[in-house]
């Protein structure tokens, strides 16, 4: 199949996901994909500023909001500890503001410099929640949970990036975090790849990430002259690399160990 064609299967459909947090590195892995649905969001909501990729775009804005709204509520449900409590009680009011932003007014590029600034405390607040889940975890795998987590949200992170540069928002802070999330990214896939947990079913998934990561990084390169195809190309790549990293995640959070 096309990149393409692959693109819309994966916007089409939901992220597979329990109705409550079945264990610690089902927490973790959900706590992870509330970081990575901050940095979506903004990338669908600034994909219809620029008009790419439209249909897409609004479908993946919508149900990204509704998986954040339900996974927010199980992280609440489920945690341990005071601590996790009131770091999802803050998170639910950052959502609270961050939301307001997303549905208030239709996407414009004079309301993408304050999206960008009330998603970076919901992120920020996400990843507080991961970090938290995973030291009570305290084991190996629950860590490597964690990194293959933040492999989608720092996808979705760039492509944000990639297109407020476009945008001419803040253009010199998005080529700084694009280039600081690309090395975290390549980084993180060699710590993946080399874990001893790593199973066989593991490294071929990360081996299809690693062929993913090709199209995404040629898309990455066209962000001083992203016209209308790299518009594009950098939606459906990132949606393709998001993809791979969630069912490695998924994996990893499987393992028992």
């Not at 964690?146 to 979705?156: F, H, K, T, Y």
């Not at 975090?177 to 060699?190: H, N, P, Q, V, Y």
């Amino acid at each position: 199949m096309k990149r393409r064609e692959l693109l819309l299967l994966a916007a089409a459909a939901p992220f597979a996901a329990q109705a409550q947090v079945l264990d610690l590195n089902d927490a973790i892995n959900k706590a992870g994909r509330q970081r990575m649905l901050s940095q979506r969001m903004a990338k669908a909501w600034l994909a219809l500023v620029h008009k790419t990729e439209s249909g897409t775009a609004k479908a993946v804005l919508e149900r990204s909001m509704a998986l954040f709204d339900r996974q927010l509520v199980e992280l609440k449900a489920y945690a341990p500890n005071a601590e996790l409590r009131k770091t999802y009680a803050d998170l639910e009011t950052a959502w609270s503001d961050y939301k307001a932003l997303l549905v208030g007014k239709l996407p414009s590029q004079d309301g993408a410099a304050g999206l960008l600034n009330t998603d970076a405390r919901v992120l920020a607040l996400a990843h507080q929640g991961t970090v938290q889940y995973e030291a009570v975890s305290n084991k190996p795998v629950g860590k490597l949970v964690n990194v293959a987590g933040r492999q989608r949200m720092l996808s979705q992170r760039m492509a944000k990036y990639f297109y407020a540069a476009a945008l001419k928002v803040e253009p010199a802070q998005a080529q700084t975090e694009i280039g600081k999330a690309r090395t975290e990214f390549l980084s993180a896939m060699e710590l993946l790849r080399n874990a001893p947990e790593a199973t066989a079913p593991i490294k071929d998934q990360l081996a299809l990430a690693d062929n993913q990561w090709l199209f995404f990084d040629m898309a990455l390169k066209e962000i001083n002259t992203a016209g209308p195809k790299a518009l594009s190309d950098m939606f459906v790549t990132s949606e393709n690399l998001l993809s791979v990293m969630d069912r490695i995640t998924g994996l990893y959070a499987g393992l028992k160990a």
